[in-house]
């Protein structure tokens, strides 16, 4: 998620928090997590419990079930809410947990389910993904409308739903994202990541997702938990896996544990409306303050979205099990981590680490909007010398689309700054993890980057798609949607063409696409489905040649496959020969283009502002 810097202002949160909690109204308990597995690596659980009774927590409290104990008993500094912690012994049969909460001769209780654990795991569901894999990330409000009953839902504080306010909700939903999961595979994709869809009741600005109000609830707008699971039930028929946005660095004004804060520290709360200062250099800078440290982890992105204090231990233990307990329910492949420089690091570290103890191959990458390749690396498992050491092991890959475009715009500078920042990836544990991409939800659109220039749009999405690491693609970039970012971010979150019924244009259908829109489309189809059989762009070595003349030349090859890619950023055709690049052409004769079949000899001609993709053969092609 962008950073959104508003204008100063004072909020006196206490006030805040109470005029917003005056309509709450008594509730029988609820327990958070709702429920858990029997078989968990994550045996001790901490259940949060919350009634809006008062003193609530001063009850005796009662378990009595086979392989479960009850270890200890928190009672909150609010008395709306118990920490419990409970341990599930090996072996525990699923079953119905009854909580009893006794007072005064009277008992209250709630259940608890102890469910089986879902099965596959690391085969059928926390897969992970690789560099083999093509993510196709997605606005489930702004990508298709499949039904239009969720369009509003009583008692949600947002209930605008109009099409003509890029602000305002449009509509989409799960099941529309369900409808086109065959034109996604069509398309070449294999792993799905859509902005949050856990519930946001918040008064406006609803449709981007990243403001909670409780993290056990999808979106009842987006279609709720049943549709969620029927998305990652379909995607894995079909072969694809499921990436879930995280985000553990703030919630919504609205969320319940805001509203009426379980204690005084829950949150990070600072005598006067405090922003974050976005320096993420202050976390690793060797003559920093802890001042502007605790600036940049504990000042707010909005008003609206509180910063969650990860040095509480009952906040920590909330979101690590809400973590799990996302996976196991809804069998999530690979985990994003939104705003990933602005959480508490050694909480990550934690979070992380019970997560690949759970799920070891589930892929874990942050969001790490950063300036360098050096400070980028410091977020995830790296090769430095530092006193502090990520287990993060990806990260987005900011690096490769500031540089990508930087080149397209000036290749004379731009075409060394992408090589030497490519030299850096020493400093990363294994560069194949990281997430690249050319734009995303909080980006001017990539077709707006390049000055709505076809052939240049065309050269960055074959270079996305052949350089290391694993491959990011923002929809609706196939039809060269455009759109920027400023005055505000609405811009680049359009609807896709034909997701409504009634839509003129139809990228679904291709109904009345340009045709250049066609051929973009088609373009992109073809290389990410060759991409899926090629094992050298897969998982391949990489070697790149110093630019000469604004052509870069680099190579991805294996045993089994060599293939070179040229990006010619001149205005005239240019010819390079297979020798002089003998490092890796000495066994090769000949090439034959990836996507055209056509064949060439030693010598290969470039057309003017193209990327030529070729892979390399022993014979001789005249």
Not at 436 to 461: C, P, S, W
Request: charged share 25%.
């Amino acid at each position: 998620m962008k950073p959104t810097t508003p204008a100063f202002m004072k909020i006196v949160l206490p006030v805040c928090f109470a005029l917003c909690f005056l309509h709450a109204k008594a509730q029988s308990p609820d327990v958070y997590p709702p429920h858990w597995w029997v078989d968990m690596k994550w045996n001790k659980v901490q259940l949060l419990v919350r009634s809006t009774q008062a003193d609530f927590n001063q009850a005796d409290v009662r378990i009595n079930y086979p392989g479960v104990t009850l270890d200890k008993i928190d009672r909150l500094e609010n008395a709306h809410y118990y920490a419990l912690d409970l341990t599930v012994a090996p072996g525990t049969k699923p079953g119905n947990v009854s909580i009893d909460f006794v007072r005064k001769g009277k008992t209250k209780s709630v259940t608890w389910a102890l469910q089986p654990r879902r099965a596959g795991k690391g085969k059928a569901f926390a897969q992970g993904i690789d560099a083999g894999d093509f993510i196709y990330l997605l606005m489930p409000d702004r990508f298709s409308n499949g039904d239009v009953t969720n369009d509003h839902v009583a008692g949600m504080r947002d209930q605008t739903l109009n099409r003509d306010s890029i602000y305002h909700r449009h509509g989409g939903d799960l099941q529309g994202v369900i409808d086109h999961l065959d034109y996604l595979q069509g398309l070449g994709v294999t792993a799905l990541w859509m902005t949050p869809v856990i519930e946001n009741d918040m008064p406006n600005r609803t449709e981007h997702g990243y403001a909670m109000t409780n993290h056990y609830e999808i979106d009842p707008r987006f279609g709720g938990s049943d549709a969620y699971k029927k998305l990652s039930d379909e995607l894995h028929k079909r072969g694809m896996r499921l990436v879930q946005d995280a985000v553990y660095n703030h919630a919504g004004l609205y969320h319940f544990t805001v509203q009426d804060k379980p204690m005084k520290d829950w949150l990070h709360e600072w005598p006067a409306y405090t922003n974050t200062n976005y320096r993420d250099g202050a976390w690793m800078d060797p003559h920093g303050t802890e001042t502007d440290r605790k600036r940049m982890a504990d000042g707010w992105f909005t008003p609206m979205m509180p910063d969650l204090n990860h040095e509480n231990p009952y906040m920590a233990n909330y979101l690590i099990q809400n973590a799990l307990w996302s996976v196991e329910e809804f069998g999530v492949d690979a985990w994003r981590i939104d705003t990933y420089i602005y959480n508490g690091l050694e909480f990550m570290n934690r979070c992380n680490a019970a997560l690949l103890e759970e799920y070891p191959k589930l892929h874990l990458f942050g969001e790490t909007w950063v300036g360098s390749p050096l400070n980028q690396s410091y977020f995830m498992e790296n090769n430095l010398i530092v006193p502090f050491k990520s287990n993060l092991p990806g990260v987005t890959d900011f690096q490769t689309a500031f540089n990508i475009a930087a080149a397209l715009d000036n290749p004379n500078d731009g075409l060394n700054k992408y090589y030497t920042m490519l030299t850096h990836d020493f400093v990363y544990k294994d560069p194949m993890k990281l997430v690249t991409f050319l734009d995303n939800h909080d980006m001017n659109r990539f077709y707006t980057q390049v000055k709505e220039d076809v052939a240049k749009f065309r050269i960055g999405i074959g270079w996305l798609l052949t350089t290391r690491g694993i491959p990011q693609f923002y929809y609706g970039d196939e039809v060269l949607m455009k759109g920027a970012t400023y005055p505000r971010d609405g811009w680049v979150r359009l609807d896709f063409p034909g997701g409504w019924k009634g839509d003129k244009k139809n990228a679904f259908t291709q109904e009345n696409l340009t045709p250049q829109e066609r051929e973009t489309q088609a373009y992109v189809k073809a290389l990410a489905n060759y991409r899926k059989s090629s094992s050298a762009i897969k998982s391949g070595k990489l070697t790149q040649y110093v630019p000469k003349d604004n052509v870069y030349v680099y190579f991805r090859y294996d045993n089994d496959q060599t293939i070179l890619c040229a990006v010619n950023l001149n205005g005239t055709d240019k010819s390079i020969q297979l020798s002089d690049y003998a490092e890796r052409t000495k066994d090769f004769q000949g090439s034959k283009d990836v996507l055209t079949g056509k064949t060439s000899n030693g010598t290969l001609t470039l057309p003017a502002m193209t990327m030529t993709i070729v892979e390399l053969t022993k014979q001789r092609n005249e």
